[in-house]
Protein backbone atom coordinates (compact mmCIF):
# COMPACT_ATOMS: atom_id res chain seq x y z
CA UNK A 1 0.00 0.00 0.00
CA UNK A 2 1.41 3.36 -0.97
CA UNK A 3 1.78 6.32 1.16
CA UNK A 4 1.90 8.96 -0.87
CA UNK A 5 -1.20 11.08 -0.06
CA UNK A 6 -3.68 12.14 -3.07
CA UNK A 7 -4.53 15.62 -2.97
CA UNK A 8 -6.61 18.10 -4.67
CA UNK A 9 -4.57 20.40 -6.77
CA UNK A 10 -5.04 23.80 -5.38
CA UNK A 11 -1.84 26.26 -5.92
CA UNK A 12 -0.71 29.59 -8.12
CA UNK A 13 2.71 30.46 -9.46
CA UNK A 14 3.71 33.97 -10.48
CA UNK A 15 7.63 34.78 -11.10
CA UNK A 16 8.27 37.58 -13.77
CA UNK A 17 11.95 37.22 -14.06
CA UNK A 18 13.24 37.18 -17.70
CA UNK A 19 16.53 34.66 -17.42
CA UNK A 20 19.03 35.50 -20.34
CA UNK A 21 21.06 31.90 -20.26
CA UNK A 22 24.27 30.81 -22.26
CA UNK A 23 27.85 31.27 -22.63
CA UNK A 24 29.09 34.52 -23.65
CA UNK A 25 26.03 36.83 -22.94
CA UNK A 26 27.59 38.07 -20.03
CA UNK A 27 28.57 40.81 -23.10
CA UNK A 28 25.04 41.79 -23.58
CA UNK A 29 24.86 43.46 -20.40
CA UNK A 30 25.19 47.43 -21.76
CA UNK A 31 22.19 46.51 -24.77
CA UNK A 32 19.81 44.94 -21.97
CA UNK A 33 20.33 47.57 -18.86
CA UNK A 34 19.94 50.74 -21.73
CA UNK A 35 16.58 50.06 -21.67
CA UNK A 36 16.23 50.77 -18.62
CA UNK A 37 18.66 53.89 -17.50
CA UNK A 38 21.84 56.28 -18.23
CA UNK A 39 23.90 55.75 -15.31
CA UNK A 40 24.35 52.58 -13.54
CA UNK A 41 25.66 51.65 -9.81
CA UNK A 42 27.77 48.14 -10.63
CA UNK A 43 27.53 46.54 -7.16
CA UNK A 44 30.82 43.50 -6.84
CA UNK A 45 32.82 42.32 -3.66
CA UNK A 46 36.25 43.89 -3.15
CA UNK A 47 38.01 41.41 -6.37
CA UNK A 48 36.98 38.40 -7.96
CA UNK A 49 35.38 40.16 -10.53
CA UNK A 50 37.89 42.28 -11.40
CA UNK A 51 39.98 39.51 -11.11
CA UNK A 52 38.34 37.56 -13.58
CA UNK A 53 38.17 40.19 -15.85
CA UNK A 54 34.08 40.32 -15.76
CA UNK A 55 33.76 43.70 -14.52
CA UNK A 56 35.60 45.15 -16.79
CA UNK A 57 34.30 43.25 -20.02
CA UNK A 58 29.91 44.89 -18.36
CA UNK A 59 31.77 48.11 -18.07
CA UNK A 60 32.78 48.24 -21.87
CA UNK A 61 29.78 46.83 -23.02
CA UNK A 62 27.55 49.69 -20.83
CA UNK A 63 30.33 52.20 -22.41
CA UNK A 64 29.54 50.57 -25.87
CA UNK A 65 25.95 51.14 -24.60
CA UNK A 66 26.01 55.36 -24.07
CA UNK A 67 25.72 54.29 -20.21
CA UNK A 68 27.67 55.49 -17.71
CA UNK A 69 29.07 53.86 -14.55
CA UNK A 70 29.92 53.96 -10.81
CA UNK A 71 31.47 50.97 -8.80
CA UNK A 72 30.41 50.01 -5.61
CA UNK A 73 33.06 47.26 -4.43
CA UNK A 74 32.55 46.89 -0.76
CA UNK A 75 30.00 43.47 -0.34
CA UNK A 76 31.29 41.24 1.73
CA UNK A 77 29.77 37.53 2.53
CA UNK A 78 26.66 37.66 4.69
CA UNK A 79 26.41 41.31 3.54
CA UNK A 80 25.11 43.47 5.85
CA UNK A 81 21.96 45.89 6.25
CA UNK A 82 24.78 48.76 6.92
CA UNK A 83 26.66 48.06 3.80
CA UNK A 84 23.51 48.00 1.59
CA UNK A 85 22.33 51.70 2.76
CA UNK A 86 25.49 53.03 2.46
CA UNK A 87 25.60 51.51 -1.76
CA UNK A 88 21.86 53.09 -1.69
CA UNK A 89 23.39 56.65 -0.54
CA UNK A 90 26.21 56.19 -3.06
CA UNK A 91 23.38 55.59 -5.76
CA UNK A 92 21.05 58.49 -5.21
CA UNK A 93 23.97 61.47 -4.74
CA UNK A 94 25.29 60.07 -7.89
CA UNK A 95 21.71 59.67 -9.41
CA UNK A 96 22.19 56.26 -10.53
CA UNK A 97 18.80 54.93 -12.31
CA UNK A 98 20.05 51.15 -13.16
CA UNK A 99 21.73 48.61 -10.48
CA UNK A 100 23.99 45.86 -11.90
CA UNK A 101 25.15 43.17 -9.71
CA UNK A 102 27.70 41.39 -10.34
CA UNK A 103 29.02 38.16 -7.82
CA UNK A 104 27.47 35.42 -5.64
CA UNK A 105 24.86 35.44 -3.77
CA UNK A 106 25.50 37.79 -1.54
CA UNK A 107 26.35 40.60 -4.03
CA UNK A 108 23.39 39.88 -5.58
CA UNK A 109 21.25 40.43 -2.68
CA UNK A 110 22.94 43.17 -1.52
CA UNK A 111 22.50 44.82 -4.95
CA UNK A 112 18.75 43.72 -4.88
CA UNK A 113 18.68 45.70 -1.41
CA UNK A 114 20.46 49.04 -2.89
CA UNK A 115 17.75 49.24 -5.83
CA UNK A 116 15.17 48.77 -2.78
CA UNK A 117 16.74 51.17 -0.28
CA UNK A 118 17.32 53.70 -3.45
CA UNK A 119 14.15 54.39 -3.64
CA UNK A 120 12.26 53.92 -0.44
CA UNK A 121 12.53 56.25 2.83
CA UNK A 122 13.24 54.43 6.48
CA UNK A 123 15.05 51.64 8.01
CA UNK A 124 15.14 48.46 5.84
CA UNK A 125 14.41 45.91 9.02
CA UNK A 126 11.18 47.68 9.29
CA UNK A 127 10.63 46.44 5.26
CA UNK A 128 12.07 42.85 5.96
CA UNK A 129 9.92 42.71 9.22
CA UNK A 130 7.20 43.68 6.91
CA UNK A 131 6.16 46.37 9.15
CA UNK A 132 6.28 49.25 5.87
CA UNK A 133 6.10 47.82 2.63
CA UNK A 134 6.96 48.80 -0.69
CA UNK A 135 6.67 47.89 -4.34
CA UNK A 136 9.10 50.28 -5.90
CA UNK A 137 12.79 49.68 -6.46
CA UNK A 138 15.37 50.78 -8.95
CA UNK A 139 15.66 48.46 -12.52
CA UNK A 140 17.89 45.61 -11.49
CA UNK A 141 20.76 43.26 -13.85
CA UNK A 142 22.58 40.40 -11.74
CA UNK A 143 24.86 38.84 -13.40
CA UNK A 144 25.97 35.60 -11.52
CA UNK A 145 29.58 34.26 -11.07
CA UNK A 146 28.57 31.19 -8.61
CA UNK A 147 26.31 28.68 -9.54
CA UNK A 148 24.78 28.34 -6.06
CA UNK A 149 22.39 30.64 -4.49
CA UNK A 150 19.78 30.91 -7.04
CA UNK A 151 19.30 35.06 -6.25
CA UNK A 152 19.46 35.86 -10.16
CA UNK A 153 15.93 34.26 -10.37
CA UNK A 154 13.55 35.54 -7.59
CA UNK A 155 12.54 38.50 -5.19
CA UNK A 156 14.44 37.54 -1.88
CA UNK A 157 17.61 39.50 -0.38
CA UNK A 158 19.01 37.92 2.44
CA UNK A 159 21.13 40.59 4.78
CA UNK A 160 22.43 40.59 8.05
CA UNK A 161 21.35 43.15 10.93
CA UNK A 162 25.12 43.91 12.69
CA UNK A 163 23.51 45.62 15.63
CA UNK A 164 21.42 41.95 16.76
CA UNK A 165 23.18 39.23 14.72
CA UNK A 166 19.56 38.89 12.90
CA UNK A 167 19.61 37.36 9.68
CA UNK A 168 16.30 37.60 7.15
CA UNK A 169 15.07 38.42 3.90
CA UNK A 170 13.52 41.58 2.72
CA UNK A 171 11.14 39.99 -0.10
CA UNK A 172 8.86 41.44 -2.52
CA UNK A 173 8.71 41.18 -6.45
CA UNK A 174 9.94 44.87 -7.04
CA UNK A 175 13.59 43.30 -6.14
CA UNK A 176 13.28 40.65 -8.51
CA UNK A 177 15.64 41.24 -11.69
CA UNK A 178 14.31 42.93 -14.89
CA UNK A 179 16.91 41.02 -16.23
CA UNK A 180 19.37 38.57 -14.88
CA UNK A 181 21.96 36.61 -17.33
CA UNK A 182 23.16 33.33 -16.77
CA UNK A 183 26.30 32.72 -18.17
CA UNK A 184 27.43 29.44 -17.67
CA UNK A 185 31.50 31.22 -18.49
CA UNK A 186 31.69 33.50 -15.52
CA UNK A 187 30.95 30.52 -13.38
CA UNK A 188 34.59 28.65 -14.19
CA UNK A 189 37.24 30.84 -12.38
CA UNK A 190 35.20 29.98 -8.95
CA UNK A 191 37.56 28.23 -6.73
CA UNK A 192 36.70 24.23 -5.93
CA UNK A 193 35.99 24.96 -2.22
CA UNK A 194 33.44 27.96 -3.37
CA UNK A 195 32.37 25.36 -6.24
CA UNK A 196 31.55 22.59 -3.56
CA UNK A 197 29.94 25.05 -1.12
CA UNK A 198 27.56 27.16 -3.41
CA UNK A 199 26.99 24.22 -5.73
CA UNK A 200 25.49 22.06 -2.00
CA UNK A 201 23.56 25.53 -1.72
CA UNK A 202 21.95 25.01 -4.71
CA UNK A 203 20.68 21.56 -4.13
CA UNK A 204 19.46 22.41 -0.83
CA UNK A 205 17.42 24.75 -2.05
CA UNK A 206 15.74 22.06 -4.35
CA UNK A 207 15.27 19.34 -1.77
CA UNK A 208 13.62 22.01 1.07
CA UNK A 209 11.22 23.53 -1.81
CA UNK A 210 10.71 20.16 -2.95
CA UNK A 211 9.58 18.86 0.61
CA UNK A 212 7.98 22.24 1.77
CA UNK A 213 4.20 22.67 2.79
CA UNK A 214 4.15 25.14 -0.17
CA UNK A 215 5.20 22.83 -2.42
CA UNK A 216 3.25 22.82 -5.99
CA UNK A 217 3.35 20.65 -9.06
CA UNK A 218 5.31 23.80 -10.48
CA UNK A 219 8.17 23.56 -7.86
CA UNK A 220 8.10 19.89 -7.82
CA UNK A 221 8.81 19.32 -11.38
CA UNK A 222 11.06 21.80 -11.54
CA UNK A 223 12.80 20.72 -8.26
CA UNK A 224 13.45 17.19 -9.39
CA UNK A 225 15.14 18.28 -12.84
CA UNK A 226 17.41 20.35 -11.15
CA UNK A 227 18.02 17.59 -8.28
CA UNK A 228 18.95 15.51 -11.19
CA UNK A 229 21.35 18.11 -13.30
CA UNK A 230 22.97 18.70 -9.60
CA UNK A 231 23.41 15.05 -8.44
CA UNK A 232 24.70 14.08 -12.26
CA UNK A 233 27.46 17.21 -12.36
CA UNK A 234 28.82 18.53 -9.29
CA UNK A 235 30.83 16.02 -7.80
CA UNK A 236 32.50 15.55 -11.51
CA UNK A 237 32.96 19.58 -12.06
CA UNK A 238 34.13 19.85 -8.92
CA UNK A 239 37.00 17.13 -9.53
CA UNK A 240 37.57 18.63 -12.71
CA UNK A 241 36.27 16.29 -14.78
CA UNK A 242 33.43 18.47 -16.26
CA UNK A 243 33.10 19.54 -19.84
CA UNK A 244 31.37 23.21 -20.63
CA UNK A 245 28.01 21.13 -20.95
CA UNK A 246 28.46 19.92 -17.41
CA UNK A 247 28.93 23.49 -16.28
CA UNK A 248 25.59 24.75 -18.05
CA UNK A 249 23.74 21.75 -16.59
CA UNK A 250 24.83 23.42 -13.01
CA UNK A 251 24.20 27.14 -13.85
CA UNK A 252 20.44 25.81 -14.84
CA UNK A 253 20.38 24.03 -11.84
CA UNK A 254 21.23 26.73 -9.55
CA UNK A 255 19.01 29.37 -11.36
CA UNK A 256 16.21 27.21 -11.24
CA UNK A 257 16.67 26.71 -7.66
CA UNK A 258 16.66 30.45 -7.34
CA UNK A 259 13.34 30.25 -9.43
CA UNK A 260 11.47 27.04 -7.09
CA UNK A 261 12.11 28.95 -3.10
CA UNK A 262 10.43 32.09 -4.62
CA UNK A 263 7.25 30.03 -4.79
CA UNK A 264 7.75 27.52 -2.36
CA UNK A 265 10.19 28.79 0.16
CA UNK A 266 13.33 27.06 1.80
CA UNK A 267 12.42 24.75 5.43
CA UNK A 268 14.52 24.11 8.05
CA UNK A 269 17.97 23.87 7.03
CA UNK A 270 18.13 27.47 5.68
CA UNK A 271 16.26 28.39 8.71
CA UNK A 272 18.59 26.85 11.11
CA UNK A 273 21.42 28.23 9.00
CA UNK A 274 20.91 31.35 8.89
CA UNK A 275 20.97 32.40 13.13
CA UNK A 276 24.66 30.17 12.75
CA UNK A 277 25.61 32.58 9.95
CA UNK A 278 24.41 35.46 11.65
CA UNK A 279 26.02 34.98 14.73
CA UNK A 280 29.61 33.90 13.53
CA UNK A 281 29.91 35.27 9.36
CA UNK A 282 30.70 31.31 8.47
CA UNK A 283 30.38 30.47 4.74
CA UNK A 284 26.36 29.55 4.09
CA UNK A 285 27.13 26.34 2.26
CA UNK A 286 29.09 25.05 5.14
CA UNK A 287 26.79 25.75 7.57
CA UNK A 288 23.83 24.04 5.72
CA UNK A 289 26.39 21.24 5.25
CA UNK A 290 26.78 20.72 8.93
CA UNK A 291 23.12 20.87 9.31
CA UNK A 292 21.24 19.14 6.62
CA UNK A 293 21.50 15.63 7.42
CA UNK A 294 20.61 16.09 10.85
CA UNK A 295 17.17 18.18 9.64
CA UNK A 296 16.43 15.23 7.07
CA UNK A 297 16.90 12.96 9.58
CA UNK A 298 14.60 14.63 12.10
CA UNK A 299 12.10 15.76 9.27
CA UNK A 300 11.76 13.05 6.74
CA UNK A 301 8.81 11.02 8.58
CA UNK A 302 6.89 13.97 7.26
CA UNK A 303 7.36 13.02 3.92
CA UNK A 304 8.71 9.88 3.52
CA UNK A 305 7.79 9.58 -0.42
CA UNK A 306 9.77 13.14 -1.17
CA UNK A 307 12.30 12.16 1.03
CA UNK A 308 12.90 8.57 -0.89
CA UNK A 309 12.45 10.77 -4.21
CA UNK A 310 15.77 12.40 -3.28
CA UNK A 311 17.84 9.77 -2.08
CA UNK A 312 17.12 7.93 -5.59
CA UNK A 313 18.04 10.88 -7.57
CA UNK A 314 21.16 11.50 -5.12
CA UNK A 315 22.18 7.50 -5.49
CA UNK A 316 21.54 7.10 -8.77
CA UNK A 317 18.45 5.06 -8.85
CA UNK A 318 18.88 3.71 -5.41
CA UNK A 319 16.95 4.43 -2.16
CA UNK A 320 20.19 4.41 0.77
CA UNK A 321 18.28 7.03 2.79
CA UNK A 322 18.03 10.63 2.24
CA UNK A 323 20.69 11.83 5.17
CA UNK A 324 22.92 8.66 4.15
CA UNK A 325 22.75 10.27 0.52
CA UNK A 326 23.61 13.65 1.25
CA UNK A 327 26.48 12.62 3.59
CA UNK A 328 28.06 10.88 0.77
CA UNK A 329 27.90 13.81 -1.64
CA UNK A 330 29.47 15.93 0.84
CA UNK A 331 32.17 13.40 1.29
CA UNK A 332 32.25 13.34 -2.18
CA UNK A 333 32.96 17.45 -1.76
CA UNK A 334 35.02 17.64 1.03
CA UNK A 335 32.63 19.35 2.33
CA UNK A 336 31.65 17.62 5.30
CA UNK A 337 31.95 19.24 8.57
CA UNK A 338 30.06 20.10 11.95
CA UNK A 339 28.89 23.12 13.61
CA UNK A 340 31.69 22.44 15.96
CA UNK A 341 34.44 23.06 13.14
CA UNK A 342 32.51 25.93 12.17
CA UNK A 343 33.14 27.57 15.69
CA UNK A 344 29.83 27.04 17.10
CA UNK A 345 29.69 26.27 20.78
CA UNK A 346 26.91 24.32 22.71
CA UNK A 347 26.54 27.53 24.88
CA UNK A 348 25.35 29.46 21.56
CA UNK A 349 22.64 26.89 20.50
CA UNK A 350 19.69 28.26 23.19
CA UNK A 351 20.19 31.65 21.26
CA UNK A 352 20.16 30.26 17.97
CA UNK A 353 17.20 28.70 18.87
CA UNK A 354 15.28 31.35 19.88
CA UNK A 355 16.59 33.48 16.72
CA UNK A 356 15.85 30.73 14.47
CA UNK A 357 12.01 31.15 15.89
CA UNK A 358 12.43 34.75 15.46
CA UNK A 359 14.03 35.36 12.13
CA UNK A 360 12.49 32.10 10.56
CA UNK A 361 9.64 31.44 11.68
CA UNK A 362 8.18 31.33 8.08
CA UNK A 363 11.03 28.07 7.19
CA UNK A 364 10.05 26.67 10.32
CA UNK A 365 6.10 26.36 9.06
CA UNK A 366 6.98 25.31 6.02
CA UNK A 367 9.40 22.17 7.48
CA UNK A 368 7.82 19.13 6.58
CA UNK A 369 7.41 18.60 10.73
CA UNK A 370 7.12 21.30 12.38
CA UNK A 371 9.11 21.98 15.65
CA UNK A 372 9.57 23.35 18.81
CA UNK A 373 12.24 26.12 19.75
CA UNK A 374 12.94 23.30 22.33
CA UNK A 375 13.52 20.53 19.27
CA UNK A 376 15.14 22.92 16.84
CA UNK A 377 17.95 23.35 20.14
CA UNK A 378 17.92 19.76 20.15
CA UNK A 379 18.60 19.45 16.26
CA UNK A 380 21.30 22.28 16.85
CA UNK A 381 23.08 19.69 18.99
CA UNK A 382 23.11 16.54 17.20
CA UNK A 383 24.73 18.79 14.49
CA UNK A 384 28.12 19.70 16.43
Excluded at 193 to 219: I, R, W
Aim: glycine share 8%; hydrophobic share 40%; net charge negative.
Amino acid sequence: MSDEKTERLDFSYYLPVNIIFGCGKADLAGSLAKKYGERALIVTGHSSAKKSGLYDRVASSLEQSGMSHLLFDKVTQNPLTTTAEEGASLARENNCDVIIGIGGGSIMDCAKAIAFLAVNKGDINDYIYNRQKSENALPLLLIPTTCGTGSEGNGFAVLTNPENGDKKSLRCNAIIPKVSIADPECMMTMPKKVLASVGFDALCHCMEAYTSKNAQPFTDALCEYAMRLTAENLVRVYHGQGDTSAWEKLTLASTIGGMVINTAGVTLAHGMEHPASGLKNIVHGQGLAALTPSVIEASQEGNPVKFRKISEILSGGTDTGCASAVRKLLKDLELDCTLSDLGIRKEDIPWMAENCMKVSAASVAANPVVFTEEEIAGIYEKAL
